[in-house]
């Protein structure tokens, strides 16, 4: 979430579009530091957990330069986004 936001207030593509998680966070703090809060329904984050996610094809090898999902575990994988 801190790559997330390191350009706020200014749009870039890379912001995150999230579901069931709720984030607070300090635009006067320098990127990197703005994340104050990080509740997954309605529960504060717990450093010491480990949580699942799910993302696309593209952010999972590191395109808008995600570059912290590279290498991490796949649990599962489905048809590529780019096929309709």
Known sequence: ??????AYPEAQGFFS?????TVKF??????GKRVTEIMIY???LEDSRT???ATNDFLA????NYTMFSGLETHTKYGRLDKI
């Open 51 to 53: 949580y699942s996610m």
């Open 17 to 21: 579009h999230i579901v069931g998680m």
């Open 42 to 44: 309605g529960e504060l």
């Open 61 to 64: 090898t590191s395109g808008d």
């Open 1 to 6: 979430m801190e790559y997330s936001l390191s």
């Open 26 to 31: 300090d635009s006067t703090k320098e990127p």
